[in-house]
């Protein structure tokens, strides 16, 4: 049994989408029916490529450049989207900065948190205040963050990354009881 979800006259946005987790994001929404806001951060010619990928599925789609990390990139990147394609439906919120190697609570510099905590939780923070007001005025919308096992696993060297991914988990929840009255799951 295949799994069968329409999106036609639907607009998404998915973050990070020339990340490996975006782009398939972004192509299942487009193969949906969605047409999509396609969202890089220095990465132009992949964003482009996945443009022309889904305006040959019949799909309308534009690009949009910002650092999610700050507030006022991500609200500069509204007004293109709403002019090309509308206000979304669907914000998908895939990208996320990691400081890689990992290393032990005692080793890991202070400094490797504060990447994580503004890519997973202001990130979305950003978003929702940027998107969400529009939702409220329809009545209508999702949400959706993208998180990873990593922040329930909490394995040794990860504490960086799970403590942003923790605090973005956090954040969605009080975000779905703040907006499941105006039907946004």
């Known amino acids: ?27 299942t929404l487009a193969e949906a029916g969605a047409d999509i806001a396609i969202h890089y951060h220095g ?47 669907i914000v998908v919120a895939c990208a996320v900065e990691s400081v890689w190697p990992w290393s032990s609570v005692l080793e890991e510099d202070i400094a490797d948190y504060e990447s994580p905590f503004r890519s997973c939780v202001l990130h979305n923070v950003n978003l929702a205040k940027a998107f ?21 696993q909490v394995a040794p060297t990860q504490s960086a990354y799970t403590a942003g991914k923790r605090g973005m988990d956090a954040v969605l929840r009080v975000l779905a009881k703040e907006v499941g009255e105006h039907q946004i799951t």
């Open 1 to 27: 049994m295949s799994l069968s979800i329409k999106l036609s006259s639907r607009i998404a946005i998915t973050t990070g989408a020339t990340g490996q987790v975006g782009y398939v994001m972004v192509l």
């Open 43 to 89: 990465n132009a010619g992949k964003a482009a490529v996945l443009q022309t990928e889904i305006e040959a599925m019949g799909r309308r789609a534009c690009v949009v450049q910002a650092d999610v990390t700050d507030l006022n990139s991500v609200r500069e990147m509204r007004d293109p989207i709403s002019n090309t394609l509308g206000s979304p439906d």
């Open 132 to 152: 969400i007001p529009a939702m409220q005025a329809r009545n209508a919308g999702r949400y959706i963050g993208i998180n990873t096992e990593c922040s329930m």
